[in-house]
């Protein structure tokens, strides 16, 4: 029997991403976005609303990156979504953390998380359905301690979700299949 449920940000899991940009001063401001995707091959969509203060710094410089944020790392990441750029000048710095420059874009890399994807901004989409930034992806860069024969080893990663229904983070770890391969099993 199934029961009915509240609604809410239902999809499980969902990603917990870092997205960081420049401040006008050129000290970096990182903020946790669950709502994120691909939104084909090389573009990102975010769903962030202009009151975000990295919004008006992606806005502003034509870039952001966006990282996968770790388990090693869940109290910073968590930081990043619970306290504003808006009200916190010193936001990234309270981290603990460090950046370094993007290789390809006008953005911050956060060091300590393993993946990266550096973004140059494409538009920011507001309308009856929804919000966001588009970005397209212009490099990809991972640390080498996540990496096997020079691949994303993603259990390595060991990324983190958002649980929506109970508001936790999980652990993304464990490889169970091969895409577009098991299901041929199947195939008649």
Not at 120 to 132: A, D, R, S, T, V
Request: one cysteine or more; charged letters at 25%.
């Amino acid at each position: 029997m199934r029961k009915k449920l509240n609604i809410t940000e239902g999809i499980f899991p969902m990603p917990v991403l870092m997205v960081a940009a420049y401040n006008e001063d050129g000290s970096v401001n990182v903020m946790n976005a669950a709502w994120g995707t691909m939104q084909e091959r090389g573009n990102v969509a975010l769903v962030l609303s202009e009151g975000h203060k990295t919004v008006k710094d992606i806005k502003a410089r034509g870039a952001f990156t966006v990282s996968i944020a770790d388990a090693e790392h869940v109290v910073e990441a968590d930081y990043f979504g619970v306290v504003s750029g808006n009200n916190t000048a010193d936001k990234f710095k309270n981290s603990g953390l460090t950046a370094s420059k993007a290789e390809t874009v006008d953005a911050p890399v956060i060091n300590e998380f393993p993946l990266c994807l550096e973004c140059e901004f494409i538009e920011y989409q507001n309308n009856e359905y929804g919000c966001g930034v588009i970005g397209k992806v212009v490099n990809v860069t991972a640390d080498e301690k996540v990496l096997v024969d020079g691949k994303i080893d993603m259990s390595l990663v060991n990324a983190i979700a958002f649980d929506p229904y109970t508001h936790g983070y999980y652990k993304v770890t464990e490889r169970v299949g091969e895409a577009f391969k098991d299901g041929l099993a199947l195939k008649k």
